[in-house]
């Protein structure tokens, strides 16, 4: 897949302002538009029997710049009409709670048959059953679709994990992507890479899809923060290999937190 990643000049950019790419019949990549906010954040909408998720909401508040709600619900009633049923609900979750993942929260607020996620620790732990934060791996059933949820503390003391069963992909966040991992709490940081790598031998994963595209095509060369045009992207997707590539390299570095530039990612302690 080859996303959208800007223009020279943003105001000049004619491409729409959410990118969508539809996985399959029931799973929705969705990439705002660099050229509306640098973030260029990631989210991925999820249909099941019953309810949809949709795990984040953009970087930019106001509808006119970036109309979420409408593209999403264009999308369902697309998804509806090929799968009708008289009720159908929408959860909002987020991967974490920074600002350039639940900016459009705000939208969804008054549409029915709603639920929004809350941003902190203890109100996410409590919507989807955490018993033993973050150790505990819990399930939200989206009808006929289940979604396994693990803690992902590190980057931000909220973040989640989700796998979906049906495209057995991992959805990582800002915890592992084409970019500059930022860690916040080095120990909880290294707690939730032990915690996906075990979880991820005893299932199939497809594709280990994160929420930025931050590096070059160049291996270990990042785009400077605050750039709008990235002609010379790599791929979105990672492996599990990653996973056991960025276990090692914080091994390595040890209890003392360091800067690792690596070749599709870089361990950027804050």
């Known amino acids: 897949m080859r996303w959208h990643a800007g223009w020279p000049s943003p105001k000049h950019d004619k491409a729409p302002e959410i990118q969508v790419h539809e996985y399959n019949e029931h799973t929705v990549i969705l990439r705002q538009n660099k050229s509306v906010h640098y973030e260029g954040p990631f989210l991925y909408l999820l249909f099941g029997d019953e309810r949809a998720l949709l795990l984040d909401t953009g970087a930019t508040p106001e509808a006119e710049y970036f109309p979420l709600r409408q593209v999403v619900d264009e999308l369902i009633?697309?998804?509806?009409?090929r799968n009708p049923r008289e009720r159908y609900g929408l959860v909002v979750g987020h991967t974490h709670s920074h600002g350039d993942h639940v900016a459009g929260d705000v939208q969804f607020t008054d549409r029915p048959e709603t639920v929004i996620v809350g941003r902190e620790q203890?109100?996410?732990?409590?919507?989807?059953?955490?018993?033993n934060w973050p150790e505990d791996i819990v399930e939200l059933d989206l009808g006929g679709r289940v979604v396994d949820v693990i803690a992902g503390p590190g980057h931000q003391v909220a973040a989640t994990v989700f796998?979906?069963?049906k495209t057995e992909l991992l959805l990582t966040g800002d915890s592992l992507y084409p970019?500059?991992?930022y860690v916040r709490d080095w120990p909880a940081?290294?707690?939730?890479?032990?915690?996906l790598v075990r979880f991820?031998?005893?299932?199939?994963?497809?594709?280990?899809?994160g929420c930025h595209i931050e590096m070059t095509s160049e291996p270990g060369k990042d785009y400077p923060l605050g750039t709008t045009y990235?002609?010379?992207e790599p791929p979105l997707e990672l492996t599990v290999e990653h996973l056991h590539v960025l276990r090692r390299a914080l091994a390595d570095i040890?209890?003392?937190?360091?800067?690792?530039?690596?070749?599709?990612f870089i361990i950027w302690p804050i």
Do not use: I, K, N
């Open 77 to 81: 009633g697309a998804w509806l009409e």
């Open 122 to 131: 203890p109100e996410v732990a409590a919507f989807y059953g955490f018993g």
């Open 163 to 165: 796998y979906d069963r």
């Open 179 to 181: 970019g500059r991992l």
């Open 189 to 195: 940081f290294v707690a939730t890479v032990d915690r």
């Open 200 to 209: 991820c031998e005893t299932r199939p994963v497809s594709h280990v899809l």
């Open 230 to 232: 990235q002609p010379e």
């Open 254 to 264: 040890g209890d003392t937190p360091a800067m690792r530039r690596l070749p599709e």
